[in-house]
């Protein structure tokens, strides 16, 4: 079971921003490319921004410009700054590794906890 850890999430008004953190065993983030997803009650969980070992870069056409994706090799830790947040960007936030870099599709059935973000005035 791949252990996955997210943090850093919280309440914070329309407009505001918020860090993501998500430690990975080392084993798994050298071999992958990385990925931020979201999940809503309404919503499936979506591919919110994924990243490369070499940092390439893809996101979701509702957080383009707003959500910026980034990896620390040497710490094994994938980042998600999200800045001029909207309602509409309050889900649970997950990493995992992602296997179709088109498809966006997880590499690991098991999930981490996640980490809950709420955009609320």
């Known amino acids: 079971q791949v252990q996955l850890v997210e943090s850093g999430g919280g309440l914070v008004q329309p407009g505001g921003s918020l860090r993501l953190s998500c430690g990975a065993p080392g084993s798994i983030f050298r071999l992958y490319a990385m990925g931020w997803y979201r999940q809503t009650p309404e919503k499936q969980r979506e591919l919110v921004a994924a990243i490369t070992s070499g940092g390439s870069t893809k996101y979701g056409d509702s957080v383009k410009g707003r959500f910026t994706i980034s990896r620390d090799n040497a710490k094994n830790t994938v980042y998600l700054q999200m800045n001029s947040l909207k309602p509409e960007d309050t889900a649970v936030y997950y990493c995992?590794?992602?296997?179709?870099?088109?498809?966006?599709?997880?590499?690991?059935?098991?999930w981490g906890q996640g980490t809950q973000v709420t955009v609320s005035s």
């Open positions: 995992n590794a992602v296997s179709s870099w088109v498809s966006g599709q997880a590499a690991f059935g098991s």
